[in-house]
């Protein structure tokens, strides 16, 4: 089936370090991968979109990248701070246009120390 | 900033009993999804609508879920009756095709505990 798996196991890094996350794709190819940041209690915020023709995107601090080869998107806080604390979500698009299906992996859990 | 408004944000309910969820999607999306998120996991997609149709709904248990959003604004889900399995957040996103692209941008969750 098509999925979307993102490591379950929480990510555990240092103040001012950067966080690393990992988003893979099986059986089935997105035309373009989303990353959301969730807060305990709270509906998912949109970070960064990526198409599947784009190598990289950066806002401020965040990167992500798309490797169609390795069916893989990572997604990197530099500089993390313990307000980065928060689970990351990768999604990615069945479809197209008005249709498109967004569909998520499990997230990761990001835990930035002081 | 335009939000997506859900109510309520807490329902604890028996099992049996009949719980409804609401939403307002943001002015002029056009696309609204109901996903259900259980504790640890990801979102789950339940129904899509494009406007009033339902785009998709194949994930959604028909025996005792339903969705609409009859004049393509506002989305009811409701489940009839409720099982103890039903304990989940339930989102509500909406969406504006850009570039090709949906972004969603969800509300805030309505939390449901099935005793």
């Known amino acids: 089936s098509q999925k979307i798996e993102q490591n379950s196991e929480a990510l555990n890094i240092q103040e001012g370090k950067t966080a690393t996350l990992t988003c893979n794709y099986t059986?089935?190819?997105?035309?373009?991968l989303q990353w959301y940041r969730q807060d305990p209690g709270r509906g998912p915020v949109f970070l960064l979109l990526?198409?599947?023709?784009?190598k990289e995107k950066r806002k401020e601090r965040l990167k992500v990248t798309f490797d169609t080869t390795l069916k893989q998107s990572l997604f990197h806080i530099t500089a993390s701070q313990p307000a980065d604390s928060a689970t990351y979500l990768c999604?990615?698009?069945?479809?197209?246009?008005?249709?498109?299906?967004?569909?998520f992996g499990q997230g990761t859990t990001l835990q930035v120390k002081p | 900033e335009a939000e997506v408004a859900q109510s309520p944000r807490y329902k604890i309910t028996e099992k049996s009993q009949a719980v409804a969820f609401w939403c307002d999607p943001i002015?002029?999306?056009?696309?609204l999804y109901w996903y259900r998120q259980i504790l640890g996991q990801g979102p789950e997609l339940l129904v899509q609508f494009q406007d009033e149709s339902v785009v998709d709904d194949s994930q959604l248990p028909k025996d005792r879920f339903s969705a609409e959003r009859l004049k393509g604004v506002d989305s009811t889900l409701k489940i009839q009756p409720a099982e103890l399995g039903d304990s989940a957040m339930y989102l509500c996103a909406s969406s504006l095709v850009s570039s090709g692209a949906n972004v969603l941008t969800f509300g805030a969750g309505s939390r449901l505990t099935v005793l």
């Open positions: 990526i198409r599947e023709n784009e």
């Open positions: 999604g990615g698009v069945r479809g197209s246009g008005n249709t498109g299906k967004l569909i």
């Open positions: 059986n089935y190819s997105p035309a373009y």
């Open positions: 002015s002029g999306h056009a696309t």
